[in-house]
């Protein structure tokens, strides 16, 4: 039983990177990132490594993915103002 529950999560991180490589779009990457953050903390759950698990939650799933919003906003927001000198 334990082996058919770490297959099924090796499988769902292996769709979600998958994902994550083939998405386009920076924004929606964030989000496919944080999917990815959440299933690698399930895996690593599964694999008995709750503190990993733990640390990858924050830290993959959360933190990463809003960093890079961020920096999608304010790259999209500067290249949409005007091009005359001011920001």
């Known amino acids: 039983m334990a ?3 770490i297959v099924l999560a090796l499988l769902a991180v292996a769709g979600c990177a998958t994902a994550a490589v083939v998405t386009r779009d920076p924004a929606r ?3 496919v990132l944080a999917v ?3 299933v690698l903390a399930v895996l ?3 694999l008995q490594a709750p503190d990993v ?3 990858q939650l924050a830290v993959g799933s959360a933190l ?3 960093l890079i919003m961020l920096t999608v906003r304010k790259v999209r927001r500067r290249s949409a103002a005007p091009k005359d ?3």
């Open 3 to 5: 082996d058919a529950v």
């Open 29 to 31: 990457q964030a989000l």
């Open 36 to 38: 990815l953050g959440t």
């Open 44 to 46: 690593f759950t599964v």
């Open 53 to 55: 698990g733990l640390s």
């Open 64 to 66: 990463t993915p809003l």
């Open 85 to 87: 000198g001011r920001r």
